[in-house]
């Protein structure tokens, strides 16, 4: 399956600043790429679909400026968590797809929010 | 759209024994289901899949079999081992844009 990276893998930061996540795949061209959000004991939660060259697609609820998503080249996009707060504090994981409909995800980035 | 339902949130079974995690879905256009495994603190990792032209899947001590009628869909783990305890989910997707819909979740104990 296809080989992908997150940087950071953990983050702590203070209320109102923004981070950014990477995530990068390593063995492959992705034109799409996927964030999740992943609350403690609970599933993955689609955030939105990061599309090379193009605006993303943000699911319903999702603030798009508020989580700012960048697909600058075929093996990055990155995650910017604007203004950030303790709510915000999740892990979060990305995906790229792998053949017709699998996905292979990153090793996620813990995002802790003071 | 899709939902997923996945049951039991919690399996605690002991070593060797069998674990079994089912799970049904509503869009009966969906036609492929992977498993994921995930540790804790660690992202989902894929362990099988099932397309639905095939009623079962087996690699080693993991299965997977579908019924397309009853849009359920299962995991059997034998010969348990401790270190298959984790969070496992299961999936469904139509296959349009590698779009999955995710189950909970099952966090599954192995007590040695």
């Known amino acids: 399956g296809a080989v992908v990276s997150q940087h950071p893998s953990w983050v702590i930061c203070k209320s109102g600043t923004s981070v950014k996540i990477e995530c990068r795949s390593l063995d492959f061209q992705a034109t799409t790429m996927f964030w999740y959000r992943q609350f403690p004991k609970q599933s993955l939660m689609l955030m939105a679909t990061s599309n090379e060259g193009s605006k993303a697609t943000y699911e319903q609820g999702v603030e798009k400026d508020k989580f700012l998503i960048n697909h600058a080249s075929l093996t990055l996009s990155t995650l910017t968590v604007t203004s950030a707060h303790p709510e915000d504090s999740s892990f979060y994981i990305c995906?790229?797809?792998?053949?017709?409909?699998?996905?292979?995800f990153g090793p996620g980035t813990r995002l802790t929010v003071l | 759209g899709e939902n997923v339902e996945q049951h039991p949130s919690t399996l605690s079974v002991q070593e060797g024994d069998s674990a079994v995690i089912k799970c049904t879905y509503s869009?009966?256009?969906?036609?492929?289901f992977p498993w994921y495994k995930q540790e804790l603190g660690k992202g989902p990792q894929l362990i099988i899949d099932?397309?639905?032209?095939?009623g079962e899947k087996k690699d080693q001590r993991i299965a997977v079999t579908l019924n397309k009628t009853a849009k359920h869909f299962s995991l059997h783990i034998t010969e348990t081992q401790p270190e298959d305890s984790a969070v496992y989910f299961c999936a469904a997707s139509n296959g349009a844009g590698n779009m999955l819909t995710f189950g909970g979740g099952t966090r599954l104990m192995v007590k040695p």
């Open positions: 995906s790229l797809p792998g053949g017709p409909d699998t996905q292979y």
């Open positions: 099932i397309r639905s032209n095939v």
């Open positions: 869009d009966s256009a969906s036609n492929y």
